[in-house]
């Protein structure tokens, strides 16, 4: 299915006084609003191709109708936020889970959508069929060197089907860790995943990434090998310029400051990129922005300074891309929240007064930085964004016009109301 | 000192001209406005006399000039605030720091401020001057029925004053637990904390509430006696129909859910009021609002549902109080900050389309009652807020008004720069 | 698989000696001694049938070999574990996993190990093959009254399963809940759950229990509707006699103090049983005791001083359970360091002076609270432990003789490697 | 106030058989004991000036009598605690609260107790009396480079006072950070502190060692400046090999895994020493191991791993330092039961089977390493540390004895009951 660029130009048709009126007001409110709009139409977020599909929890899953089947039917469901939102022009895959059959057909096919390839992803926190090793003491900590191995290789390849695709950036993710007091040797640990993500990165093209990302617990419940930012920043230290941190929202203990993380690592020249979600608990995996859309803003609000303070291109600087779970929502209108919500973000840190803020910081004008930051996060800057879709052909409202559309019906009858999609 | 209604006046008209532009478009978003301004200007929030000075933490205080020395002192302040925001006629005191010396003089100048006096607030979490017993070990659960009984007493003696004032509910705020596993016998400590309350309750004028606060640590380290909602709870039922649980924000363990606590004691008939104020770790005392807007909103949410489904006068039903440290701010404008942030939410709150949400819920529509909540969030609704100040007299923007006229610096001339106000 | 006693006499009498001296110090310190140890020995833990086998999370799992593929040999397999350890002589059947075709088959098969039958469980957080309605929204808290007939009808159900295997109670798990604000109106599910476990509790035979678990978060993220021991109470004391809060460990916030918790209950007399795990981060379903054995310890302190001060009988008068996930351990040994911990720290709890922890409470000694407390945790009771199962003709160390038997292995090749237990 | 060797003696001989019973019977348990006693009494760890009175809260401080008033009597303090225990010799100042106004007489006077002077510790978090410019917006982080020098002047002058004592160290403990969103940048308050702290850096003699602590939050509730250890770590880096981490065992956000970071920061070498305490909530202070002593056991089975793997003399590789704040309990009995149970913590540690947990460990066996932890942590070695203590000298059990020779009475005969030591 594709949505055609008639059918969005039809519903914004009807729904262009009422924005035109929001988007009037706003504008006469904003300073510089048309650089801002520039910025949100070249912000792109990339779409995982595990997210496609109904998310579980350990204790299941409640998959709903329509989900996609192939690759193909993945970036077809791509391709339709992409249509609606032009903020979604990417996708990163998830090997083994997608590995494309015929590479030039792939990547012929998202190029009728619109979109590239973003990172590629490796998996060794499962086993797949047929295996050598398992990793269920770990992948790139195993106390085994062949079980290492092993895990390396996958990234390799992984890297190897990124080049074919055009990804520019490995994305490492491990579940390495442990579950009880003892099992582990952390130090060891440490240094067996050091030296297995050293044999990966030699295999690293000269312009690619590698993006380490780090999590506090689950699947293991004790420790973590790459547990948090500052094992992440030592790794990624003594692996070389070409290896970055990655934040995942999720990811941190109770209470994390993420932002003032977020702003030492651009400091540190190792912010690689976001998995963006968000979450009350734990690593809830939840729409973006549905939980604490404060804080989102304050993160880009780092953002937006730091990439600022080095002369950074916002939108090619570091990686941006979604990591959620949708238990509970129909996956698509779910990643159209998110990424609605994180162009929202984007933009309120945008017309935060950067000069005003300065000012009461070096002043020590607490009361006067925060009316200023709320002064950002307080304005309804949902037409602006809106604006910036309808400048490149999106949908006033991508949300609205999925679900009138009644896309999921169209996808089902297309596919049949039994397929899981492969993922989490 | 006092702010003239003619300087209120003036400011609001050199901003007249920008408000309306502001008002007219966000009035014409909105239906029923005129009875969600009513509903803001009938919305009042007590200010606590122990936070007109500056707070401070175990590590040290920053006290800042101008503070008040006196309960008249703390009156004139309260009195600016509500001249300024007209949403801040009350005054909760706090005894023994705020026992007035004339009943009559002090009713009367409150009076003349606009204010009155909201509930009245025990100390026994302190020892005072030549106090025979020790609250070292607790108050109302201590081992020794003398303590628990000169603890029983103090609560009696500010009844007594609260009548004399005006107040309608007492509240009370235990510090008793322990810091040591062993030290506590749980159940008798729980129990000894019912009899005092109940002796109390037996004071308790027919027309007045009990307010029974819980807080899960602080300044007890391993147990608190009155912990969470549901040990408040269990001893408001226990007391009466007059007794009710009063809820503290910063007073949960990580991550609870406080909107679904508030929901459930209202659905109890067991919600007595609130001590708003914001945290990001623990009870941080922040200004409201500055740190999770979006809960505040979501806690509105469910008050104003709750509190139309039992038919509840929102301005009366229940207690509305700051309780907040300012170590940092001014803390006049912290408080004008912390007001302005519970008015937005509330006015948020009335902006929800609950019909809409009603139907989203009953169609398991997850991802509708989450636009519907944040259309409500995201619309700015500032104006609307200041249209009903504007309507009152107060000011159109309080908070750039108090440091526009440089309120610090005359009360610093009046009152000087060595005074530290009573309080935490 | 059947364990003889002859091989158990055998292990017994190599590790005699060195058990005859460690018991002979230990015995030497404790007074009492003998009727600790009958307390020991009449101590049971049922374990849950859906433990048996390799556990997950939400990543994979990675099953091991010899999983039990019917219930019969799930059964056998808590034969093996009381054969060694004569504390885990009750299993918990969780309904639809579990229904045994022929009941009076399965009965006497239990019987021939010494088992009976523990509290069942029912299941309407997932969906079985054929079932009518979906639980993807809630089970017994549903909008639509058709899905809550069809969740109580399945506890109606587990019930009669129940009677005819001679069990005495049912537990009530509940994920119902939602991951989003705004999904639900909290009191609606609340009087909906209410009311569906009323329901229920009309067909509870007189001699049976209800127990109503509670969990703070997961499956759902952002609410539960019976997310703490306040709520469960709650519903508890609406139902009536026959209904208790069941406690698992996994399933507070973080840092609740639970040993409090459960003295209150017990005060209430609603406290019904417990699920016994470990944890770090959630709801990590680790072996007990393995990483906060202190926590464990007071918790057991509460109960015993709890139970006596209501005259209980410490075997029969609450539900005892380990609820864990065995993702990394073989999930049988797992089950006999799970038990061997919580008799140790019931043991401890045993050996407490409770007249002086009386006498220190009372006069607010703090250090010598702590000390009679620390005294009983840091005694080395294992061969107190030990003393108790071998009376019973339980090994010495049913870890290290497990293991040394090489049990899996036997299981392995009567069973294969390909089975996936059902569970989680 | 001396405690003379006679009455230690007396009180040992009093109790010697029973001690040497169960010394008796724990030595036949442990191979290498005599190593293991050596290292014990070679274990000295360090009292702070500050922790001698009573601490208190931000909601108030109940003083007890007989505390400290001068320098002086706080090294007559931490010589009773030494007296007893023989494994507290010596005293961390911390400056300005406790100046020497002669360093001679002040090190003559420890020197007749035994002791010696550990780190120095600055304060950089409270105002002085006089003092040209306020901390209250921070130290070395401050926006203004006046206040910065201010606070490197000050530290500068902890130094030369901490070389007149012999002191080897300078702990760094930094307030600074910010309590609202907005208020600082967080990469120029790095930038800033970093800076400062290089002054610093410079007048640091060869033989010292600078201990850069972290926190994640209080006094400040949005952000900290030095928040956790990768924030230290990267200062440490940045400073030099001078610079270190300190660890203080409160100052984590909840359920952090404390033991992997101490393993890894040993790993980088940049291990500096710790503040040893427990806590369950925040920075509680309390008595070590009063909460979770399984913790203090396991990152103590680190400490102990990671400094062998380098060869590190126990003693003298780390700065091991109490700080705790004693609210409810004599604060001489609290520390006595914090070494103690520090002493405990280090013994376990010391008998774990090293050879095996690495085997059980090479081969994945969970279970196994479980075991070998649980081993050395369940064993009594209470009387093993009695032993080390008889052998120096010591009381067999300090606690006891100082309850017995009711030393807080005749200290109080001594100083009188009005006296509030400086402190927190």
């Not at 929240?337 to 004008?365: F, G, H, M, P, T």
């Amino acid at each position: 299915m594709k949505i055609q660029q008639e059918q969005i130009r039809a519903y914004n048709e009807s729904h262009l006084v009422t924005h035109k009126r929001k988007f009037d007001f706003i504008a006469s409110e904003i300073s510089d609003l048309e650089a801002i709009i520039q910025k949100l139409q070249a912000f792109q977020i990339a779409i995982p191709s595990w997210a496609l599909g109904t998310g579980g929890t350990r204790f299941g899953r409640f998959s709903g109708p329509g989900e996609p089947a192939t690759l193909e039917q993945k970036i077809e469901d791509v391709g339709l936020l992409h249509a609606l939102n032009k903020s979604s022009g990417a996708i990163s895959l998830h090997i083994p889970w997608d590995i494309p059959k015929d590479t030039e057909t792939i990547k012929s096919l998202a190029s009728s959508y619109g979109l590239v390839f973003d990172a590629v992803n490796s998996n060794t926190f499962q086993d797949q069929e047929g295996q050598t090793h398992s990793y269920k003491y770990g992948s790139l900590q195993h106390v085994n060197p062949a079980v290492r191995q092993q895990a390396i290789n996958h990234n390799i390849d992984v890297i190897k089907q990124g080049v074919s695709l055009g990804s520019k950036a490995l994305t490492v993710w491990l579940a390495d860790g442990s579950s009880f007091p003892g099992q582990l040797n952390f130090r060891e640990a440490f240094q067996n995943t050091l030296q297995s993500l050293q044999e990966i990165y030699k295999h690293l093209p000269t312009d690619w990434k590698m993006f380490v990302e780090y999590k506090c617990f689950e699947p293991n419940f004790y420790s973590t090998t790459i547990a948090d930012w500052g094992q992440s920043l030592l790794l990624a230290n003594k692996l070389g310029d070409q290896a970055y941190t990655l934040v995942d929202l999720g990811h941190h203990l109770p209470n994390a400051n993420i932002e003032q993380i977020v702003s030492l690592l651009l400091m540190e020249k190792k912010l690689g990129g976001f998995h963006f979600n968000d979450s009350k608990y734990a690593d809830d995996d939840l729409t973006a922005g549905s939980m604490k859309p404060y804080q989102l803003f304050l993160i880009f609000n780092e953002l937006v300074e730091g990439m600022d303070a080095r002369g950074m291109d916002h939108a090619k600087g570091l990686g941006w891309m979604i990591d959620a779970s949708h238990n509970l929502k129909d996956p698509l209108v779910d990643l159209l929240q998110s990424v609605e919500a994180i162009q929202l973000a984007y933009a309120q840190a945008l017309v935060v007064d950067r000069q005003a803020l300065r000012k009461a910081q070096n002043s020590n004008d607490v009361v006067g930085a925060q009316e200023i930051l709320q002064e950002a996060f307080r304005k309804d800057l949902r037409a602006v964004v809106a604006e910036a879709r309808l400048r490149d052909g999106g949908s006033l409202n991508p949300v609205a016009q999925f679900r009138e559309m009644d896309v999921r019906s169209k996808l089902t009858l297309e596919r049949g109301t039994n397929i899981k999609a492969t993922g989490l």
